[in-house]
T-cell receptor, first 116, second 112 residues
Framework: GAVVSQHPSWVICKSGTSVKIECRSL??????MFWYRQFPKQSLMLMAT?????????EQGVEKDKFLINHASLTLSTLTVTSAHPEDSSFYIC????????????FGSGTRLTVV | GQQLNQSPQSMFIQEGEDVSMNCTSS?????WLWYKQDPGEGPVLLIA?????ELTSNGRLTAQFGITRKDSFLNISASIPSDVGIYFC????????????FGQGTRLTINP
C-alpha cells in the first residue's frame, strides 16, 4: 500500500533556530501534499497545500514566511519552521495524494516539535 | 468555511460492546473518509466512501456515506482493546481543492 515517510519523528530546538521536516512518498508519486498542525486533544488543522513544482497554497492565518514549504519533486515535500518560538511547538503531520487521484490520502507518522 | 460536526466527542465502553459515531455537515461532500489516530502517530485510513448511500465494511468496521451527502457514520462491532484511540471523519467537498475537512474526533476508551 501507499506509504508516506515523515522525518524526523521528533525534534527539540532552541528559540530562533529553524527546523526542517521532510515528507516522502515511498512507493508512489504525489503531485499534492498537505501539511497539518495538531494541538493536544484537537483535530488536524490544515496549514498549506503543496503542489509539485509550484508555490504552496496557505490557509488563512498561516504565515507563509514562517512556514516555508518546498515540493521540489513528486516524492518529497519539506516544511521549514523558521525562527521557531515556543508557541510553534506542536505535532506536524503531512499527507500525500497520488497522481492517480484522491484515493487514500495517506498520512505520515508526524513530527513532534518542541521549541525551548 | 466548511465544518464537520463529529459526535460523540468521547466514548467509554466495555470490551465487546458495539460503537457508533457520526459526522454531519451543512454542505455536500463527495468523499468521506474515516481515520484512526494512535497517540504520537499520524492518522491511518480505515474506510473510504465515494458514493452517496455506499455502505462499506473493513473487518469489524462498517461505514456509510449518507444519501444526502451531508453525513456519514462509522460502526465498530465487538470492540477490543486495540480499538482504543481517536477516530476522525474527513470529507472532501465537490467543489474546490483536494484538501480534506476534518471532524473534531471521537476519543474511544475501552474498559477491559
Amino acid at each position: 500500500g501507499a506509504v508516506v515517510s515523515q522525518h524526523p519523528s521528533w525534534v527539540i530546538c532552541k528559540s530562533g533556530t529553524s527546523v526542517k521536516i521532510e515528507c516522502r512518498s515511498l512507493d508512489f508519486q504525489a503531485t499534492t501534499m498537505f501539511w497539518y498542525r495538531q494541538f493536544p486533544k484537537q483535530s488536524l488543522m490544515l496549514m498549506a497545500t503543496s503542489n509539485e513544482g509550484s508555490k504552496a497554497t496557505y490557509e488563512q492565518g498561516v504565515e507563509k514566511d514562517k512556514f516555508l514549504i518546498n515540493h521540489a519533486s513528486l516524492t518529497l515535500s519539506t516544511l521549514t519552521v523558521t525562527s521557531a518560538h515556543p508557541e510553534d511547538s506542536s505535532f506536524y503531520i503531512c499527507s500525500a495524494v497520488g497522481t492517480g487521484g484522491g484515493y487514500g490520502y495517506t498520512f505520515g507518522s508526524g513530527t513532534r516539535l518542541t521549541v525551548v | 468555511g466548511q465544518q464537520l460536526n463529529q459526535s460523540p466527542q468521547s466514548m467509554f465502553i466495555q470490551e465487546g460492546e458495539d460503537v457508533s459515531m457520526n459526522c454531519t455537515s451543512s454542505s455536500i461532500f463527495n468523499t468521506w473518509l474515516w481515520y484512526k489516530q494512535d497517540p504520537g502517530e499520524g492518522p491511518v485510513l480505515l474506510i473510504a466512501l465515494y458514493k452517496a448511500g455506499e455502505l462499506t465494511s473493513n473487518g469489524r468496521l462498517t461505514a456509510q456515506f449518507g444519501i444526502t451527502r451531508k453525513d456519514s457514520f462509522l460502526n465498530i462491532s465487538a470492540s477490543i482493546p486495540s480499538d482504543v484511540g481517536i477516530y476522525f471523519c474527513a470529507g472532501q467537498a465537490i467543489q474546490g481543492a483536494q484538501k480534506l475537512v476534518f471532524g473534531q474526533g471521537t476519543r474511544l476508551t475501552i474498559n477491559p
